[in-house]
């Protein structure tokens, strides 16, 4: 019986010194698995899908797109706060929003599936959560992420780390997306009820603007002007038939928002709300396709240049302006 517990002692040993060994080296690897931009890259293009397929950086000189599909304003904060510390040559944040960014289905996204388990995969490596009580998480699925990135041997880290100290350019980071675009335009009936049912439910009439993600916004607005970065905020065309659908409430709490930003000296309102595109520019009802993207991407280009530098503000705190 001694020398099997002696046995089971020695193992463990073994097992926690492992453990301890892998935590390390995955802290290690994230901190040094850095997304990089380019020496003539200084603009930064942010959003979800809207952004990811409407603002094209060939368009934009110095621009890179890393906007992701279904990111909410809360990773959207994080990833930029993470990429600007990382990046003191960025001069510009280009900011892609629509109506649906401040829907309040937004905040289930850190807090149930199917979202979750791919929100804090994909963006494990920018969120800090600490502290904050404003966003609904699910736990069990952020400590399980916690397991797989921080406690067990991560291949994938891994192999990131590799390819860049190698210089390889197959480096992945997860939390970076990149500009896509469509050359179809789809407009059917049953694709725009399927969008505003998955944007603001079934009762769309009663949907609910959130609170979280008018918070966030302006901490990224506070974010970007403490760091002497002009913010240029782009509320992004969507078709006249999607537009019309809009809960008043949604529209209401766009409109008092972005007013409200669009006050302060650091930010860049650049605002395609009162446009109608023809249809041959849109891939769905809430999505440009090529022809829109590209006449959308060189409004945003014309407005960049007309105000390239800003002028910088009193810091603000980042957690002071929420709005709540």
């Not at 890179?64 to 990046?87: G, H, M, S, W």
């Not at 807090?111 to 963006?123: D, G, L, V």
């Not at 699925?141 to 197959?170: C, D, F, I, M």
């Not at 974010?223 to 969507?238: A, D, E, F, K, Q």
Request: net charge positive; proline share 5%; glycine share 8%.
């Amino acid at each position: 019986m001694k020398k099997f517990l002696h046995r089971m002692a020695v193992f463990g040993a073994l097992l926690l010194a492992l453990l301890c060994l892998s935590y390390v080296g995955n802290r290690c690897l994230l901190r040094g698995s850095v997304f990089r931009l380019a020496p003539s890259q200084d603009l930064l293009i942010l959003g979800d899908s809207h952004a990811m397929t409407a603002l094209d950086p060939e368009r934009i000189p110095g621009a890179v797109n890393v906007a992701q599909d279904a990111e909410p304003l809360v990773a959207t904060y994080f990833k930029c706060r993470f990429i600007l510390d990382r990046n003191p040559g960025v001069r510009g944040v280009i900011l892609g929003i629509s109506y649906n960014s401040l829907a309040a289905y937004n905040d289930r996204k850190f807090a149930e599936e199917p979202w979750a388990t791919a929100m804090f995969e994909r963006y494990y490596p920018v969120l800090d959560f600490r502290g904050l009580d404003d966003v609904a998480v699910a736990r069990d699925v952020y400590n399980n992420s916690w397991l797989r990135h921080s406690v067990l041997v991560n291949p994938e880290a891994w192999k990131s780390w590799v390819r860049q100290r190698t210089g390889s350019r197959k480096v992945r980071h997860p939390y970076i997306g990149r500009f896509q675009t469509f050359t179809r335009s789809r407009l059917e009936t049953g694709a725009l009820e399927d969008a505003i049912r998955r944007h603001y439910g079934a009762a769309a009439g009663n949907a609910e603007v959130s609170a979280v993600a008018g918070a966030y916004l302006r901490r990224i607005a506070a974010l970007t002007g403490n760091r002497g970065v002009r913010l240029y905020l782009v509320i992004l065309p969507v078709h006249p038939d999607y537009a019309a659908r809009v809960p008043e409430a949604v529209r209401h709490g766009l409109r008092t928002l972005t007013a409200d930003l669009a006050g302060g000296q650091d930010v860049t309102l650049i605002d395609f709300r009162s446009e109608v595109f023809p249809d041959t520019y849109f891939a769905d009802h809430d999505h440009l396709n090529r022809k829109g993207a590209d006449a959308v991407s060189s409004r945003v280009a014309a407005a960049v240049r007309a105000r390239p530098v800003m002028e910088f503000a009193a810091p603000a705190s980042e957690f002071g302006r929420t709005g709540q």
